[in-house]
């Protein structure tokens, strides 16, 4: 599984064009997009970047597993703890993927 970074999505999938398609779901109303109005007869581009994290961006402590405390990963912790997107990728079922596994605030 890889992990790609698209806009404020991080989306675990085999590949990208499956990455893109839980991306243009989850901007189905495209806020996240912006475009400027094309005149009459002219054409604006969307350009949407899709990066693909190392194997060891996946793998190191980066990311809070959850906002208030109390999840599978920090129960026994006073709060959040720091845990690697494998981490989010191992705790979910493998039919779920593709899917965002962390958004940015
Ligand atoms: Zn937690």
Known sequence: ???YEIGPYWIAA???DHALGVYVEETHELSDLVIGEPGE???EEVTISIR????N???SPSVYCCEDGGC????DEEDAVLI????LINKREEREFPCV???EE
């Open 1 to 3: 599984m890889n992990v």
């Open 14 to 16: 085999k590949s990208a």
């Open 41 to 43: 007869g002219e054409t």
């Open 52 to 55: 693909q994290l190392t194997r």
């Open 57 to 59: 961006q996946v793998e």
């Open 72 to 75: 599978s990963f920090c129960k």
């Open 84 to 87: 690697s997107y494998q981490d």
């Open 101 to 103: 596994i962390a958004k």
